[in-house]
């Protein structure tokens, strides 16, 4: 039987489940077992999970269905149990060194008690000191194991889970689990203290708990709150049935209430039914009040009498919960010039158009990437819709003659995003955006991250600086209801990169549907418009952006490289969107696309991609076609951009580090041969996962029609897909 075991729950965290599993891995202790609970196979958690198992024999991941929430997890957990003691550790918090290790000597100075509480550290997401509220409730005394009688202070609802081990056979004999619902921390922790006999404390940080950006599920709004009470009503009548004695009830009493008037006082916790909440707490609060209660002193006793007595008007009155409308208006961003802010503010004060779509890309570059695949699906599939492109005022020439478009500051611009119901972007909306109720704001990113992305940017200072102010990008997140991720890599990473309140939504990239339904001819015709000679290869050479750099530098001699390799190969080189200047050149061997419109046809004409750190190798890899890596200046890129993984230790096929290698994987073959054919196929089972050429009619189903997730065209397996046709017919495994 191992010493401890540690339940980790993981349900929408999978982004920092590894973070979290290695923190218990890495202890010096060793002797436990590592039990993650998961959704189901198949997630992305229980992916992260079973890698982990497959390393270390300690783990054992277990499978809890979403629908039962955090207790449901962390009961199962319980039941998969075979260690002494168990703890409970958040999928997005982490064991401090040595923590194990200190509860083991902790235990076994004190002897067997039926529960150990310990100190936790909460540590801000972004700025701010660390704090560790549990220091202020335990007791410094008695110094060894004590009886609960012995300290009525302690009553257990103040403290997470995550604060204390428990002794299993403990919990198994007195029939404790965790209560259902919300707020089962405070059900959950009022149970044991009542049932315990011997408890101890560690006087040390065990558990580091990460306080999330968009908080605690138990802050949000909602009518989850009245689930308080729910916890608050079985505490109390569980202490009545035991008998509790009164320097213990007291104590309890009061914490839980004090709990329920924070939340009876908060305006956001229950911007609806807050009289229902009060006047359903007045009523425990009579049922439960101890005999002979003495209500405490202050502006917080007299809130313990109006509650007595379910003068809710008065409470309301007391705790200033009107708070100035007005003042939060005038905080709204608004666009810059004054005639256009007040057009902008009325149109705000018109309904929602619920027959009104706007698309943008890349900041207005066009119609492109992800919001033209959906925007060109949705008149298929939904043409009751009215669609607008966003555009800027040099590029409204290129979208197509029936896309219907609005230039970017008119007074259309933001007429149409004042009152579009559907929003759909590629990057983001202006800052002076205001995402209105009702209104479904889509994020549909544009690739998958290789490099440091979102606050995760925030350590590296010469990405940091281009980026600008973090807390304007995440107030732009703050907008989305929907994100777009074409991988699990993506959506752990997208977790990460942008933390806040919005459903992920794994159903791949639109703008790849084209890699899966071109034809031959298509790929002829494209070929033909880019000027590739017949029977030529193409390369199509696509380096990505440079933070460090002040312009564009292709880093390769394109001329000397095409002299290497011979005249059966052409190269089409784009370079990345920040430096397209809308002209096209066309020199011997070297054909510049970067002014082509699209860069799916781009990739349908090439026979092969040479790329460095660029996400266009994740998309070109749907078409199982070559990939080369030139990196020639990885560890510079790595350390100053920051990478999510090392692209040389998983390529996506061949890799070169000068050009010499480069034009030598050309000249022996080994571009296309068996090696690159194998590293392919991984990199494409990792990183195509949800592109199949559905991923648009899942998208407009979903959001812009609004059918449930069940009726969602299901992901083709990625052995079922056939992509689009090369031109040579040798370039494919």
Not at 89 to 116: F, H, K, N, Q, Y
Not at 239 to 258: I, K, M, N, V, Y
Not at 387 to 398: C, G, I, K, M, R
């Amino acid at each position: 039987m191992p010493r401890f075991s540690i339940i980790v729950p993981s349900h929408g965290v999978s982004g920092r489940l590894s973070q979290a599993l290695d923190s218990v891995l890495t202890q010096s202790f060793g002797d436990f077992e590592l039990i993650p609970v998961c959704d189901a196979p198949g997630t992305p958690a229980a992916d992260v999970a079973a890698g982990h198992a497959g390393r270390d024999s300690r783990v054992s991941p277990v499978h809890a269905p979403p629908s039962g929430g955090l207790a449901g997890a962390r009961n199962t957990g319980l039941r998969a149990a075979t260690g002494a003691y168990l703890l409970f550790l958040d999928g997005d918090d982490v064991l401090v060194p040595g923590a194990l290790a200190a509860l083991d000597a902790r235990l076994t100075e004190t002897g067997e008690v039926d529960v150990l509480y310990v100190e936790h550290e909460r540590v801000p997401w972004w700025e701010g000191e660390p704090g560790n509220p549990a220091a202020l409730v335990l007791p410094k005394r008695p110094a060894g194991a004590f009886s609960p009688d012995e300290v009525p202070e302690l009553t257990g609802v103040q403290l997470p889970a995550w604060s204390a081990a428990y002794r299993r056979t403990f919990l198994a004999e007195r029939q404790l689990a965790f209560p259902a619902g919300y707020f089962t921390d405070v059900g959950f922790g009022g149970l044991v203290l009542l049932r315990a006999e011997k408890a101890a404390v560690l006087h040390q940080v065990v558990v580091r708990h990460l306080v999330r950006r968009q908080g605690s599920r138990l802050g949000l709004p909602g009518e989850h709150h009245l689930e308080l009470l729910t916890q608050t009503d079985l505490v109390l009548t569980r202490a009545a049935e035991e008998g509790l004695s009164p320097d213990r009830l007291g104590p309890l009493f009061e914490q839980l209430f004090a709990a329920v008037l924070k939340t009876a006082a908060h305006p956001g916790r229950l911007p609806a039914g807050r009289r229902a909440f009060f006047r359903q707490a007045s009523r425990l609060y009579r049922r439960h009040r101890p005999a002979g209660h003495r209500l405490p002193g202050g502006s917080l006793g007299v809130q313990h009498r109006l509650l007595a007595t379910g003068a809710y008007t008065a409470f309301r009155a007391l705790r200033g919960v009107n708070r100035s409308v007005a003042g939060a208006a005038g905080r709204l961003p608004r666009p810059r010039m004054v005639r256009t802010r007040l057009r902008y503010a009325r149109a705000l004060r018109r309904p929602l158009d619920a027959g009104l779509a706007v698309y943008c890309a890349y900041w207005g570059r066009g119609y492109a990437c992800n919001p033209a695949a959906i925007h060109a699906k949705a008149r298929e599939l939904a043409p009751h819709l009215r669609s607008v492109f966003l555009v800027e005022p040099d590029q409204a020439h290129t979208l197509p003659g029936d896309v219907e478009h609005a230039v970017i500051g008119s007074a259309k611009y933001w007429d149409v995003l004042a009152r579009a119901k559907y929003l759909v972007n590629n990057a983001n909306f202006a800052d002076a955006v205001v995402k209105r109720a009702g209104s479904v704001h889509l994020s549909t990113q544009h690739g998958t991250p290789l490099k440091k992305m979102g606050v995760d940017q925030a350590t590296y200072p010469v990405v940091a600086a281009a980026t600008g102010s973090f807390g304007k990008l995440l107030a732009r997140v703050d907008r989305w209801d929907y994100n777009l991720s074409s991988n699990r890599h993506s959506t752990q990473m997208w977790e990460r990169a942008f933390p806040a309140v919005h459903e992920t939504l794994e159903y791949g990239y639109p703008r790849n549907d084209v890699y899966y339904t071109a034809t031959a001819d298509d790929v002829t015709r494209i070929r033909r418009e880019l000027g590739i000679p017949e029977g030529k290869t193409a390369l199509l050479y696509a380096p990505t952006h440079r933070d460090h750099h002040t312009g564009f530098e292709t880093g390769l001699d394109l001329r000397a490289l095409c002299e290497e390799i011979g005249e059966d190969f052409v190269v089409l080189l784009r370079a990345h969107y920040f430096y397209d200047r809308g002209t096209a050149k066309h020199t011997g061997q070297v054909i510049d696309v970067t002014a082509h419109r699209s860069s799916e046809d781009v990739c349908l004409a090439a026979d092969a991609l040479i790329t460095d750190y660029s996400s266009i190798m994740f998309d070109y890899a749907n078409l199982d076609r070559p990939v080369v890596v030139y990196a020639d200046d990885w560890d510079v890129y790595r350390e100053l951009r920051g990478v999510y993984f090392d692209v040389l230790e998983h390529p996506p096929g061949a890799v070169a580090r000068t050009p010499g290698e480069l034009a030598r994987v050309f000249r022996d073959g080994s571009w296309a041969g068996a090696e690159s054919a194998a590293a392919r196929a991984a990199f494409r089972a990792r990183f195509c996962e949800f592109d199949d050429g559905l991923a648009a009619e899942r998208v407009v189903r979903r959001v812009l029609l609004g059918e449930p997730p069940e009726s969602i065209p299901p992901v083709v397996p990625l052995a079922e897909r056939v992509p689009a046709p090369a031109a040579s017919p040798l370039v494919r495994s």
